[in-house]
């Protein structure tokens, strides 16, 4: 952790130097305001770019071409110790000279920005990275994104965000790793350890900060920013274990979500900021509110004025305020009025100055040039390239895949040649122009293909052209279609949230027109979130899941339709019926009358209750076989072995999952639980063992005090190509 004698010591004596007005600037994370004619914020210039009304290329324009800044007068007063969204190191030096040089004590600034799935080097969005089930490729590439940003005088990410979420209506979805824990918590310590390193000083290395904290993939309805009413015992066994695991990765900063928890905003909640995050899991770094989360308090109701918001906020621990000046603006007077203690204000500016001081941003505070930039380069592209090929889940496959390089194909659907859609939600410094469309991969690789899109460039309507469908299915030598189908990346992410999980427009007809026309259909999804998509999957010979990919996108579909990668990706969320039985997820409790066909059972009657896809799936052009389980006990663990055997004709990789399920409980337990996943390399032929160790710390849940339970009782265990099925053992432990 941070902590250390000399650091503490240097914070002590930088504080008996500074004002009230100095150590609250601290507190402030401001958004840079690029000054041209007129002035806006980088939150504006952000609202103007998604809502279409500036382009990418005038919002650069307009964030990188700022040669003044109106805040500029406030860095030389010491009172904004941060900025969010600069991304261009002149400016970065700019402001931090300005900081360094010209402001009373040189307390230098840290620059934060979303670098959430890569900076220039795009890859794919987390969810669709989760499926990689590959905690070595996670930190891979954090650690490139880390290294470009820095490039660009980042110091700091609001990355990862480790929101468990069962609920795919959430656009948010898309930015996390997906429904369940256990990967989550992998997920979030590999996250760190690639933004981070050992050592934040290093300069290409950038802190991470944890978001968003907590349950915010809980929301009610999957409606974004909607309230969470669980319990405790939930809340510790669902979703705080991913921040847990990254606080003890090392995580240098947390942000507290928007949304709050029984009633209490995240941004303000005590308990949850200090007695858990401080206390309870050591953390050391500091947190830093969501963007104008201390305002929305007031939203909230939970405070009715300004002061309250921000007295309840820094009391709670939220040490930096992200852009609403809340904390500016009444902090003295509440210090005044005695609501507030300066041994409170001076607590959340220790926590602050400690991680500047762990970044080395006191002796290194300026981005060095460096003699060759890494941004986009080869080595970064093919590690990008491979992780999106990793990121593919084959879901359906009658025989049709791979394809053949000199079959004649014709390729239909809106995103088949664009890019944009290609680099996924939150992307602030990934260019369209960097991104590989499928179409674009083809004719590097001389398919003989036609395209034709049949549907509109609406992304709310996507209408099918249905006599631009039938020439070109008259018209075509091809015998297979590839259809890309789903949702356009920009009805995903933030604010993002549907009620409707079915392709919309005139998708699902277009595929129907396909086979109707007697064509192989390989679907191939482009999405955001699991959609619902039972008559899709059952109408295609194939059926692949490639999210959004980043900017190596078309080159990996290329890789795995053509055979050139063999699939190795399962899903990180089951893929539900419809968006009525949503959430569906696997870990879900027995009930006391279980899921089944039968007449009183817990299900629904209209859809079977089953999901589509369930989480952990997906296939292979090869196949593998699991055999001769061995569960014992040994010096107080369990010990957990099988054979995985590679018997098809095509090297390849298999993710395996072990499962557990606790038979014996005070409170009841889900049907299945992941507790561990192996990654195994064969070749045709081979088989590897796979042996897994589990403490009984790893099987305990809470009851409802909420105390953490880990007594005896049978346990089934499973090792299992996904979340259903599997060979099955059970033992007394
Ligand atoms: C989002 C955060 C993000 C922040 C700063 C907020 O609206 O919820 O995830 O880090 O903006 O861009």
Same mark, same amino acid.
């Given at each position: 952790?941070?902590?250390?004698?000399?650091?503490?010591?240097?914070?002590?004596?930088?504080?008996?130097?500074?004002?009230?007005?100095?150590?609250?600037?601290?507190?402030?994370?401001?958004?840079?305001?690029?000054?041209?004619?007129?002035?806006?914020?980088?939150?504006?210039?952000?609202?103007?770019?998604?809502?279409?009304?500036?382009?990418?290329?005038?919002?650069?324009?307009?964030?990188?071409?700022?040669?003044?800044?109106?805040?500029?007068?406030?860095?030389?007063?010491?009172?904004?110790?941060?900025?969010?969204?600069?991304?261009?190191?002149?400016?970065?030096?700019?402001?931090?000279?300005?900081?360094?040089?010209?402001?009373?004590?040189?307390?230098?600034?840290?620059?934060?920005?979303?670098?959430?799935?890569?900076?220039?080097?795009?890859?794919?969005?987390?969810?669709?990275?989760?499926?990689?089930?590959?905690?070595?490729?996670?930190?891979?590439?954090?650690?490139?994104?880390?290294?470009?940003?820095?490039?660009?005088?980042?110091?700091?990410?609001?990355?990862?965000?480790?929101?468990?979420?069962?609920?795919?209506?959430?656009?948010?979805?898309?930015?996390?790793?997906?429904?369940?824990?256990?990967?989550?918590?992998?997920?979030?310590?590999?996250?760190?350890? @690639? +933004?981070? #390193?050992?050592?934040? *000083?290093?300069?290409?290395? &950038?802190?991470? !900060? /944890?978001? =968003?904290?907590? $349950?915010?993939?809980?929301?009610?309805?999957?409606?974004?920013?909607?309230?969470?009413?669980?319990?405790?015992?939930?809340?510790?066994?669902?979703?705080?274990?991913?921040?847990?695991?990254?606080?003890?990765?090392?995580?240098?900063?947390?942000?507290?979500?928007?949304?709050?928890?029984?009633?209490?905003?995240?941004?303000?909640?005590?308990?949850?900021?200090?007695?858990?995050?401080?206390?309870?899991? @050591? +953390?050391? #770094?500091?947190?830093? *509110?969501?963007?104008?989360? &201390?305002?929305? !308090? /007031?939203? =909230?109701?939970? $405070?009715?004025?300004?002061?309250?918001?921000?007295?309840?906020?820094?009391?709670?621990?939220?040490?930096?305020?992200?852009?609403?000046?809340?904390?500016?603006?009444?902090?003295?007077?509440?210090?005044?009025?005695?609501?507030?203690?300066?041994?409170?204000?001076?607590?959340?500016?220790?926590?602050?100055?400690?991680?500047?001081?762990?970044?080395?941003?006191?002796?290194?505070?300026?981005?060095?040039?460096?003699?060759?930039?890494?941004?986009?380069?080869?080595?970064?592209?093919?590690?990008?390239?491979?992780?999106?090929?990793?990121?593919?889940?084959?879901?359906?496959?009658?025989?049709?895949?791979?394809?053949?390089?000199?079959?004649?194909?014709?390729?239909?659907?809106?995103?088949?040649?664009?890019?944009?859609?290609?680099?996924?939600?939150?992307?602030?410094?990934?260019?369209?122009?960097?991104?590989?469309?499928?179409?674009?991969?083809?004719?590097?690789?001389?398919?003989?293909?036609?395209?034709?899109?049949?549907?509109?460039?609406?992304?709310?309507?996507?209408?099918?052209?249905?006599?631009?469908?039938?020439?070109?299915?008259?018209?075509?030598?091809?015998?297979?279609?590839?259809?890309?189908?789903?949702?356009?990346?920009?009805?995903?992410?933030?604010?993002?949230?549907?009620?409707?999980?079915?392709?919309?427009?005139?998708?699902?007809?277009?595929?129907?027109?396909?086979?109707?026309?007697?064509?192989?259909?390989?679907?191939?999804?482009?999405?955001?979130?699991?959609?619902?998509?039972?008559?899709?999957?059952?109408?295609?010979?194939?059926?692949?899941?490639?999210?959004?990919?980043?900017?190596?996108?078309?080159?990996?579909?290329?890789?795995?339709?053509?055979?050139?990668?063999?699939?190795?990706?399962?899903?990180?969320?089951?893929?539900?019926?419809?968006?009525?039985?949503?959430?569906?997820?696997?870990?879900?409790?027995?009930?006391?009358?279980?899921?089944?066909?039968?007449?009183?059972?817990?299900?629904?009657?209209?859809?079977?209750?089953?999901?589509?896809?369930?989480?952990?799936?997906?296939?292979?052009?090869?196949?593998?076989?699991?055999?001769?389980?061995?569960?014992?006990?040994?010096?107080?663990?369990?010990?957990?072995?099988?054979?995985?055997?590679?018997?098809?004709?095509?090297?390849?990789?298999?993710?395996?999952?072990?499962?557990?399920?606790?038979?014996?409980?005070?409170?009841?337990?889900?049907?299945?639980?992941?507790?561990?996943?192996?990654?195994?390399?064969?070749?045709?032929?081979?088989?590897?063992?796979?042996?897994?160790?589990?403490?009984?710390?790893?099987?305990?849940?809470?009851?409802?005090?909420?105390?953490?339970?880990?007594?005896?009782?049978?346990?089934?265990?499973?090792?299992?190509?996904?979340?259903?099925?599997?060979?099955?053992?059970?033992?007394?432990?």
């Amino acid at each position: 952790m941070f902590k250390t004698e000399t650091i503490e010591k240097r914070i002590d004596e930088l504080l008996e130097k500074m004002t009230l007005e100095e150590k609250i600037g601290q507190l402030y994370q401001s958004g840079i305001s690029p000054v041209g004619g007129f002035e806006i914020s980088i939150q504006e210039a952000e609202q103007l770019l998604e809502a279409g009304r500036i382009g990418r290329k005038e919002y650069e324009r307009l964030v990188n071409a700022a040669s003044f800044d109106e805040r500029e007068d406030m860095i030389r007063k010491g009172t904004v110790g941060s900025f969010i969204g600069v991304q261009n190191p002149e400016h970065a030096n700019h402001l931090q000279r300005i900081a360094v040089e010209e402001s009373r004590l040189g307390i230098p600034l840290i620059f934060g920005l979303d670098v959430v799935h890569g900076h220039r080097t795009v890859f794919p969005s987390p969810i669709a990275e989760a499926c990689t089930f590959n905690d070595e490729l996670f930190e891979k590439s954090a650690e490139i994104a880390a290294r470009e940003a820095s490039e660009d005088g980042i110091n700091w990410t609001f990355a990862p965000m480790v929101d468990v979420s069962r609920d795919p209506r959430w656009g948010r979805v898309v930015e996390g790793p997906g429904e369940d824990t256990y990967l989550a918590s992998r997920f979030a310590a590999a996250k760190v350890r @690639g +933004f981070q #390193g050992d050592d934040l *000083s290093v300069e290409d290395r &950038i802190c991470a !900060c /944890v978001k =968003h904290f907590a $349950a915010y993939g809980a929301c009610e309805g999957g409606r974004d920013y909607n309230t969470v009413d669980m319990s405790e015992a939930k809340l510790r066994e669902v979703y705080l274990p991913p921040f847990a695991a990254a606080v003890k990765a090392g995580a240098a900063t947390l942000m507290p979500a928007f949304n709050d928890i029984n009633g209490s905003p995240c941004t303000t909640n005590k308990w949850l900021l200090n007695d858990y995050l401080r206390d309870e899991l @050591g +953390f050391d #770094g500091f947190l830093i *509110s969501d963007a104008h989360g &201390i305002q929305e !308090c /007031v939203f =909230h109701g939970t $405070a009715e004025t300004p002061a309250d918001a921000a007295e309840q906020a820094i009391k709670a621990g939220c040490d930096m305020d992200m852009g609403c000046e809340y904390y500016t603006d009444c902090l003295p007077q509440l210090l005044e009025e005695g609501r507030v203690s300066m041994d409170e204000i001076d607590r959340a500016v220790r926590n602050i100055l400690r991680i500047k001081m762990a970044c080395g941003l006191f002796e290194h505070p300026y981005v060095q040039k460096p003699e060759k930039s890494s941004k986009l380069c080869a080595e970064h592209r093919d590690v990008a390239r491979d992780i999106a090929d990793r990121s593919i889940v084959l879901l359906k496959n009658d025989g049709v895949l791979p394809l053949k390089a000199d079959q004649k194909v014709l390729v239909v659907g809106y995103f088949g040649d664009k890019r944009n859609e290609m680099l996924g939600a939150w992307v602030i410094s990934g260019r369209e122009e960097d991104a590989i469309s499928l179409t674009d991969a083809l004719k590097e690789e001389n398919i003989d293909f036609d395209f034709v899109p049949c549907i509109d460039s609406s992304i709310t309507s996507m209408t099918l052209d249905k006599e631009q469908l039938e020439d070109a299915l008259r018209n075509t030598k091809a015998d297979t279609v590839i259809a890309l189908v789903g949702e356009s990346s920009f009805t995903t992410g933030e604010a993002q949230s549907k009620s409707k999980l079915e392709l919309i427009g005139g998708q699902t007809e277009m595929l129907r027109m396909i086979k109707a026309a007697g064509k192989k259909l390989v679907t191939l999804l482009i999405n955001g979130r699991p959609l619902a998509i039972p008559q899709e999957a059952e109408m295609s010979d194939a059926m692949v899941e490639c999210w959004q990919l980043g900017i190596e996108a078309g080159h990996a579909m290329y890789d795995v339709i053509y055979g050139k990668y063999n699939p190795s990706g399962r899903l990180s969320m089951t893929f539900p019926q419809n968006s009525g039985s949503c959430p569906m997820y696997y870990n879900h409790m027995n009930t006391g009358r279980p899921a089944s066909d039968g007449p009183w059972a817990s299900k629904y009657r209209d859809c079977p209750y089953t999901p589509v896809f369930p989480f952990g799936w997906g296939l292979s052009y090869t196949e593998y076989d699991y055999s001769n389980l061995t569960v014992k006990t040994e010096c107080d663990k369990l010990v957990i072995s099988a054979d995985i055997t590679n018997i098809g004709n095509m090297e390849g990789e298999e993710t395996v999952q072990v499962y557990i399920h606790r038979r014996r409980a005070s409170h009841t337990r889900p049907v299945r639980e992941l507790k561990a996943y192996k990654k195994v390399y064969l070749q045709p032929g081979e088989t590897e063992k796979v042996t897994v160790e589990l403490s009984r710390n790893e099987l305990g849940y809470y009851n409802n005090e909420p105390r953490y339970i880990t007594e005896e009782s049978m346990f089934d265990i499973f090792v299992a190509h996904d979340s259903t099925g599997g060979l099955h053992s059970e033992i007394y432990f």
